[in-house]
């Protein structure tokens, strides 16, 4: 159970904001939302994470509603390396310990 | 750093052979793990490690062995390959348990099983 909802693909156009968002309503008050990529079958590559606030780093912002049922990962200029498959990961405990589990992600394709 | 590397890069095995998939991570990580990756799937855990001489089992272990000597080392092993494990292999490593760090992934092996 990947426990997150994206859209299977997305479009943007070179220079605008890419925004992916995410549905995990049943988070719980620990779990932290996870975002990594996927670039043309290469290994995964983490972006950012968060648990309530809003972040940022070099790559993304993160934006993560109040009731954290749902966040948002904001590329603010995507460019023709940005298209990637984007997965929202929210940890998750089981009876084998922590682990990331993966859904099948968003396809976000950019053009010029 | 050469971070977490994978070797073969691509394989090709016949049903009931046996082969190891090598990985290895020079950044002193204690947590590795292995996952595989089916044509247009996510990620799934194959079985992780938490430190030397300590292994347990992922989402899908069935098939697969793994053993841990070494930090370094995490070597993902199948003792009879069935077509049903032809996918991509990642190998992936992190400073503290998964999900509270970030983790770095391997380039993946790529394994064909006819």
């Known amino acids: 159970d990947a426990k997150t909802t994206q859209p299977p693909s997305m479009d943007c156009a070179e220079g605008r904001a890419a925004n992916l968002p995410c549905n995990h309503s049943?988070?719980?008050?620990?779990?932290?939302v996870y975002w990594y990529r996927q670039i043309h079958s290469q290994g995964p590559q983490y972006i950012i994470h968060?648990?309530?606030n809003n972040e940022t780093n070099e790559m993304a912002s993160l934006i993560i509603t109040e009731d954290r049922k749902s966040s948002t990962l904001i590329l603010p200029h995507a460019t023709l390396r940005d298209t990637a498959v984007y997965y929202c990961?929210?940890?998750?405990?089981?009876?084998?310990?922590?682990?990331?589990?993966f859904g099948k992600g968003t396809t976000l394709s950019v053009s010029s | 750093n050469a971070g977490v590397t994978q070797t073969p890069k691509f394989q090709v095995l016949k049903t009931g052979q046996s082969m190891t998939l090598q990985c290895a991570q020079d950044m002193n990580h204690e947590y590795m793990s292995w996952y595989r990756q089916d044509p247009g799937m996510g990620l799934r855990l194959i079985h992780y490690s938490v430190g030397a001489g300590i292994t347990d089992q992922g989402e899908v272990p069935n098939g697969y062995n793994v053993s841990r000597s070494t930090t370094e080392d995490f070597p993902l092993r199948l003792l009879s390959a069935a077509p049903s494990q032809t996918s991509v292999y990642f190998c992936a490593s992190s400073k503290r348990a998964f999900g509270t760090d970030t983790q770095y992934f391997g380039p993946g092996t790529r394994l064909t099983v006819l």
């Open positions: 968060g648990l309530k």
């Open positions: 049943t988070i719980s008050g620990n779990e932290y």
């Open positions: 990961i929210v940890r998750v405990y089981n009876q084998a310990g922590t682990a990331l589990i």
